[in-house]
């Protein structure tokens, strides 16, 4: 079988025919190199990303709580690659813009009295213990000015705790957090449509409808290449590891092989890492017990 | 030091005093980083300062007019051009003309107000940019400025420029060494650059020098015994 090369010394051989260079330390300078420009990429990509959102919405009139589905589908795509610390870093970027830290959201951020640290906050009636009464929450000022209302505030935090809270180039390829955000809305209804028992009559123009919704591969270019390093794809050395694994054939030496068969020293189970164990007749008594 | 201007009101005029000790500081900063700079420039008095930035009626400080351009000298060209080689026979220097900018904004900075600066920067073909801020800027914010392609973007908070630390007693001096300097180092000690102790860009002694990744930094220290002695660092 003829031996591959190593990836590392594939990728420049410049290095590797230069002497003394023993090749597996290339491979792991490289395996480094590679992992600190993937972190430089997806730190270039979820800047960008804050930009982006930090427009959001596209209309200046649109309501939180009933978005446009382009803005709904921007936002998630967005998010895809977002730890919580890069979400918070967004909130900050549209607060510094003046905006609602939830990104569907039109409006200013709340300004409170600067001179007040604390503010007292009641829940909806019938929010306090035991279901009476309303229940009271002592929010610091930074707090409240990150969003409009106690709805955005909640809208956001919604999708924050969805976010993965590994980095893109850690993630495992089946990880699904971060790729199926859900709205608060969304969720909402979600878990209304559970509860309720299904509306068997749904009409044929619905389900058509819904099939709008459905949009298999929309993705352009960049939703692959986005795919592609959430996957890590673009840094082979990502996926191979530190240690190279060469598999080889074990060289079976000439001759017949044969079954095993039983020997008289193995008749009592023979030894487990060169211990023989003593008491296998009763081990044998309690395994029969317990059947 | 003229403190007796009659027309500050007490917040206001400390504020112009601290703001005018940060300017003087950002011009000793030019000139020991090896720009054209003028005498003038650096010793600025307080009542020059005044005039130039100080709105006559509210007292407050103008930082939108602060705003600084200068070119690197002939012997900062050369301690940034690195040796030649058989891939780049003839190479030029890696500095130019520099940009600093006062930000008006007395809190919230974010990538909004970076944007513009390195809008401007971009534009007018500076080489680098020194963008300075009164209170911290935003994560994002510090991301973009050092994002532009081929250019150096740093950032300053005024408090940091208050006092010029390496004016300070137990501040040794640093110099940093041009590129064939640093290989007859090399070469005199048998070394590898990697083998010299380091210094991290972000310590404040590398971020006041601007100083870069893989340069190399003499440190000149002065001992009771040996009289003056240099060590070197390595710039990571
Ligand atoms: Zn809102």
Known sequence: MPSPDRPAAASSPALAQRPGTDPRHLAIALHHAQQIQAQKDTQTLILDRILELIELPSSPTADPAT??????????????PFQPADYDNLILERNIEGR??????????????????????????????GGRGREMDIVPREKLEMWCSSECAERAMYIRVQLAEEPVWERRADDRRGRQILLLEEGRAASNDHHRQRQPSASVKDVLGQLDNLNLATGSASDSADLALERGDVHPALHGGRVEVQIREKQVAAGSTRAPELRPEDRMGGAIEGYVPRDTQDQDQDMLDLL | MDSDYAGGSGEADREIIRLWRTWRTVFEMLQDRGYEVTEDEVQISLSEFRAKFQEPTSGLPRRDQMKISARPTEAMQAKYTALPSKSNPNPQPDCGTIYVEFCADSSGVGTKQVRTFNHTVDENNFHSGIFITQTPISPSAV???????????????????????????????????SPEEKARLLERYRLKESQLPRIQVSDPVARYLGLRRGQVVKIIRKSETAGRYASYRWVI
Do not use: M
């Open chain 2, 143 to 177: 991301r973009l400025l050092s994002g532009i392609p081929g250019r150096i973007c740093e950032h300053f908070q005024e408090q940091d420029l208050l006092v010029n630390i390496t004016r300070h007693e137990l501040v040794p001096k640093h110099v940093l060494l």
């Open chain 1, 67 to 80: 978005p446009a589905a382009a803005d709904v589908a921007a936002l998630k795509s967005a998010l895809r």
């Open chain 1, 100 to 129: 609602c830290g939830y990104a569907l959201c039109p409006r200013e951020h709340r300004k409170e009295d600067p001179r007040v640290r604390f503010r007292i906050v009641w829940g909806a009636k019938g929010s306090g213990a």
